[in-house]
């Protein structure tokens, strides 16, 4: 008996030293699970499942399923150029799923019996498709066909005709430059396989439902007499056949979305902004009208929250969304009076709601946890698929704690941190702000990589949730409206001290990064406080002046700062970083992705030329034909190695049992 205790010991340091930190190379390990559709009768889960492949690399996607007790995985595709979407037709009879599979040259809809068999092509266009959806009787599926090639496939082609350019948008990340590419709604016929055409014009069609009697098609469509220049939206209704008139549902001029038919084909919810004009800091609100439009309820009228992805309980009396609350994202309910009855509650993010038959599922994931399905039963989550849970068990992961610290104008801000494994409260850490981009975002209770991985190297992460940020009302989201990089800062700053004042953070070791947003912001605090060490900025911008016309955000620049002839005051005010470049002493990295439109190369370009101007350190990496997004597993794990290679040079915390421990 007296070796029971030393022997518990020995078997949990054991477990300890079998554990691993998190590296780079990591990248290759983490699939992404995504789309899960319950089947009509509510027995298998169908879902996507993405697997990074070293050798091409690249992230292949396949179509899988699970059955509802978890007990059973089966994997349905397996060509190499992807499955998406599925989708079962309502009958049972088939799984259908989007592909460009066997050289299809676009992404057309593939069919599978559930009896049994291969996997037959459904349809044979021009062009791909974008979005389906079955009809309620299974006869029919409506189309979202774009019905042109996007610049980047024009790219592709050996002596490509000229862009032509005449629209107020003319580009987006990831589409390249916008012509007059629309996207229209198409009837495609089961039994005689004949497409009609619905929609035409020069506006676009997205996010089609059926009403359950399949007559009827909601979609959403900006119909304005410029779309380009207003975030209107409205809900529109057409009889399910060539030639019919139209029906506007709804008529406010900010935007309406994401419409549900009611299962006995009274009512539409729906999603509407609350805002007239165009915001980036809106919030929806659930909305509710009859089926044949009207005056809107709002059901959410009381809850100053972000909500999402409405889907209606069976007996049509309660309407279910995804709900985020201050670090945490989880499923409420409204009935039709507008009563709030919370689902499931905890520290996790819950989304991707789907309803099959009579169960719920979703995509769960916690800080120690990427996503898996669980299934929604009674408000508690339980856990079907277990894809990552083996490389999980295989690492040492860090401590996700909640924060709250106090800004100097009072401001309360919730953040998270991340301790390294193993680490003492006692002790003092260099401490890397990480900072979310958007800014319409939030770090909540999810798996996140990249703080995972600094943490793993013996850094504290900080991971901020300042005014702009999700999850606090839109008062909170909004204070940054025309004023960026001030409340922002003195947020994240504040985080910092309070980090520092605890105990946790060592004054003299602070590293600062992010991306997008959070890029920008980087240059922002780095050019208000120099206490920052070392800083990784990633497609970010500074001389915001220089970013009309260049970027995605025309509609946003007009409608926060107005135009930049008029209003230069403003332009000057937000583009304070470059323009107070020598204040600047931190060795700062920036990165980039070659095609990124949403914000472009020329915003890391002048800021690293600017600090090489100046003998500040620095450094510029491209990564090629990559957009907003680094999708490259080989990139990724480069920008993972870059960062950490950063940071150390200029922290120097690397010990060496840590590389050992990396070795074993």
């Not at 996507?48 to 595709?77: Q, R």
């Not at 850094?459 to 606090?472: D, E, K, L, T």
């Not at 994240?492 to 920008?520: Q, T």
Request: aromatic share 10%; glycine share 8%; hydrophobic share 35%.
């Amino acid at each position: 008996m007296k070796y029971f205790v030393p022997l518990l010991l020995l078997l949990s340091t054991s477990a300890t030293f079998s554990q691993k930190p998190f590296v780079p190379s990591d990248v290759y390990k983490i699939k992404s699970i995504s789309d899960p559709q319950v089947s009509p009768e509510g027995k298998w889960v169908a879902f996507v499942l993405s697997t990074p492949d070293s050798a091409k690399d690249k992230s292949i996607s396949n179509i899988w399923m699970i059955n509802w007790d978890g007990s059973e995985s089966v994997k349905l595709t397996a060509s190499q150029d992807g499955e998406s979407r599925p989708r079962w037709s309502p009958d049972g009879k088939y799984l259908t799923f989007l592909s460009s599979r066997y050289d299809t040259k676009s992404s057309q809809i593939w069919k599978m019996d559930r009896r049994g068999g291969e996997a037959e092509k459904l349809t044979e266009l021009k062009f791909s498709i974008g979005d389906y959806v079955w009809s309620p009787d299974s006869k029919k599926i409506v189309l979202v066909i774009q019905d042109q090639e996007s610049s980047d496939e024009i790219e592709k082609k050996k002596s490509a005709k000229p862009i032509v350019i005449d629209r107020y948008h003319f580009k987006s990340d990831g589409q390249g430059y916008m012509e007059r590419k629309r996207s229209h709604l198409y009837l495609f016929d089961m039994e005689t396989k004949k497409l009609d055409t619905l929609t035409k014009g020069d506006f676009d069609e997205t996010l089609p439902i059926w009403s359950p009697d399949s007559k009827r098609i909601v979609f959403v469509s900006n119909r304005t007499v410029d779309p380009d220049r207003n975030s209107n939206t409205d809900l529109w209704a057409i009889e399910a056949e060539r030639n019919t008139p139209m029906k506007q549902l709804t008529k406010w001029t900010g935007a309406d979305t994401n419409p549900a038919f009611s299962p006995d084909g009274k009512w539409i919810a729906y999603l509407k902004s609350q805002l007239p004009t165009y915001s980036m800091y809106d919030q929806p609100q659930l909305a509710l009208i009859p089926a044949d439009g009207g005056e809107p309820k709002i059901l959410n009228a009381t809850l100053d929250r972000d909500v999402s992805s409405p889907h209606w309980a069976n007996d049509s009396q309660s309407i279910y969304v995804n709900s985020e609350d201050d670090r945490r994202s989880n499923v409420a309910a409204f009935d039709l009076s507008g009563s709030k009855k919370n689902i499931t509650s905890g520290d996790h993010v819950v989304h991707s709601l789907q309803l099959g038959g009579s169960n719920w599922v979703a995509l769960v994931s916690d800080p120690t946890t990427p996503s898996e399905i669980y299934a929604i039963e009674n408000g508690t989550p339980r856990r079907l698929t277990h894809v990552h849970e083996e490389f999980i068990k295989s690492k040492r992961l860090a401590n996700v704690e909640a924060f709250n610290s106090k800004s100097k104008d009072g401001t309360d801000v919730g953040s998270l941190l991340y301790r390294p494994f193993g680490k003492s409260k006692e002790e003092k850490l260099p401490l890397i702000l990480w900072i979310h981009g958007g800014p319409t975002g939030q770090d909540d209770f999810q798996f996140e990589m990249i703080p995972q991985v600094l943490a793993a190297k013996g850094y504290a992460v900080a991971c901020v949730n300042y005014r702009g940020s999700n999850g606090r009302g839109m008062a909170y989201s909004k204070a940054i409206s025309g004023d960026w990089g001030n409340k922002e800062v003195v947020d994240l700053i504040g985080a910092v001290d309070h980090l520092i004042k605890i105990g946790v953070a060592d004054p003299e070791k602070l590293g600062i990064g992010g991306w997008s947003y959070g890029g920008i912001l980087t240059d922002y605090v780095t050019a208000s406080d120099p206490r920052f060490k070392v800083a990784a900025s990633g497609a970010g911008s500074a001389l915001q002046l220089s970013m009309y016309g260049t970027d995605q955000y025309v509609l946003q620049y007009e409608n926060e700062l107005g135009v930049p002839w008029k209003n230069m005051d403003k332009w000057m005010k937000v583009s304070y970083p470059f323009l107070n470049v020598e204040k600047i002493k931190t060795p700062t990295l920036y990165m980039v992705g070659e095609k990124d439109f949403n914000v472009p190369a020329t915003g890391g370009e002048q800021m690293y030329q600017a600090l090489k101007s100046l003998g500040v350190p620095t450094e510029f990496i491209i990564y090629p034909n990559q957009h907003h997004g680094i999708r490259v597993p080989s990139y990724q794990k480069d920008r993972l190695t870059r960062y950490l290679d950063w940071y150390e040079k200029y922290l120097g915390v690397t010990k060496l049992k840590d590389k050992l421990l990396e070795k074993k």
